[in-house]
C-alpha cells in the first residue's frame, strides 16, 4: 500500500476496530499511517495496544501464521527486534511466505 493510499485508508481502520478493537492488522496499518501524518506518538501507542491486547489473550500463542507476522511487524515498530526475529520464525515455520521487512 502506497503512502497516500495508507492514509486516506483511516476511516477504513476506524470503521474495522469500531467492529473489532482488537483487530491487529488494523491497529497495526493505522499506526503506520499516524507515522506518516507525523503522529508519531499515537502510531506507538497503537503499537503497543495490539501487543498487549493480544497477549492479554494468549493470541501470541496461537497458530496463525499471519498472526506471528503481524506481531513480528509490531514487535519492529516497538523496538524489540529479538521479538521480531522470533515472530517471524514462527510465521515463517507455520507458512507464511511474505518476506520480513528488515530481512530486505
Known amino acids: 500500500m502506497k503512502s497516500g493510499q495508507i ?15 482488537r483487530f491487529e492488522p ?26 498487549a491486547d ?13 498472526d506471528h507476522f503481524i506481531f513480528g511487524l509490531l514487535a519492529l515498530k516497538t523496538r524489540q527486534p529479538q521479538t521480531a526475529e522470533m515472530e ?3 510465521a515463517k515455520h507455520l507458512g507464511y511466505t511474505a518476506e520480513a521487512p528488515y530481512l530486505k
Open 7 to 21: 492514509v486516506s485508508s483511516v476511516p477504513a481502520f476506524d470503521q474495522a476496530l469500531t467492529i473489532n478493537p
Open 26 to 51: 488494523a491497529l497495526y496499518y493505522k499506526g503506520v499511517a499516524f507515522e506518516q501524518m507525523g503522529r508519531g506518538n499515537e502510531a506507538q501507542a497503537l503499537y503497543s495496544e495490539a501487543i
Open 54 to 66: 493480544a497477549r492479554s489473550v494468549g493470541k501470541l500463542d496461537g497458530y496463525y501464521a499471519s
Open 88 to 90: 517471524f520464525a514462527i
